[in-house]
């Protein structure tokens, strides 16, 4: 067995288990496999272990996987990073979804680049649910304005919500923060029945997130290793 192999095997296996620890199906919980600064060849590793769902954090990184990879029809590509304005036409055009919507402004412009024989993009709000240092994401006040926007444009479909909650070690901690980005999530089901992604847990918090109600956990290190950013 490769390593990433192996590593898919355990992460599942870990979903599975802080799935039934608390009373939820596995099923319920989507994998995102962080494939952000990976080969392509690390990829195809995934992929031949039976993973389909990957996460890109650079837009031209992303595109040029997505295209190496055209080949798997069956590959669902989300875009995670930080996304400016200029760069959004690549998401638009390349990517099923976008984790990373947290303005007006960046909704419009995927709405109206968003290529007419393509599915809708599939879109998340990105919540700053707990990091004073952190830029990306709105406060929970503004999410119901940019809820309503996002509603009524016919080229994205709005799934849920997102969050990257600052690094916590106390596992109390991590589960007092991931609780209220579900209760922010089950606030927006109320008014849109279709949402029904909470993109939230790394391969720090997974098992937090798992436990408030994440839907989907975006994990890189646990499945490809650590990073060489050099
Ligand atoms: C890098 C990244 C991840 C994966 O983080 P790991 O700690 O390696 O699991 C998840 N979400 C986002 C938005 C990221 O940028």
């Known amino acids: 067995m490769t390593s990433i192999e ?12 802080a799935a039934k620890r608390c009373g939820r199906a596995p ?11 990976k ?10 272990a039976g993973q389909r769902a990957f996460g890109e954090n650079y837009v031209q990184e992303g595109v ?12 669902q590509w989300h875009f995670i990073g930080p996304l400016q304005s200029n760069k959004s036409r690549l998401v638009a ?45 709105i406060m929970l006040e503004a999410i ?9 444009l016919p080229r994205l479909r709005l799934r849920g919500l997102m ?10 901690r991590q589960l007092a923060v991931c609780q209220r980005m579900a209760d922010a999530f089950h606030a927006l089901q109320q008014d849109y029945p279709d949402v029904d ?14 436990a408030a109600g994440s839907t989907m956990v975006r994990i890189g290190t646990a499945v490809f290793g650590a990073r060489d950013y050099a």
């Not at 119901?144 to 009524?152: F, G, Y």
């Open 144 to 152: 119901p304005p940019l809820a309503e926007l996002i509603a009524t």
């Open 64 to 75: 040029e996987k997505v295209a190496a990879l055209a080949d798997y029809p069956a590959l």
């Open 163 to 172: 969050a990257i909650p600052a690094p916590e070690q106390d596992y109390a």
């Open 197 to 210: 992604t909470l993109s939230l847990g790394m391969s720090d918090d997974m098992d937090a997130a798992i």
């Open 93 to 137: 055009e390349h990517f099923a979804w976008c984790h990373t919507v947290d303005r007006a402004r960046i909704a419009q412009r995927l709405n109206d680049q968003r290529p007419a024989d393509l599915a809708p993009l599939n879109v998340l709000i990105q919540v700053n649910i707990s990091d004073e240092n952190s830029k990306s994401g």
């Open 6 to 17: 192996h590593n898919l095997q355990q992460v599942r296996e870990r979903i599975a288990a």
């Open 39 to 48: 080969p392509v060849s690390a990829i195809h590793e995934a992929v031949a």
């Open 27 to 37: 099923e319920e919980i989507t994998l995102l496999a962080v494939s952000k600064t």
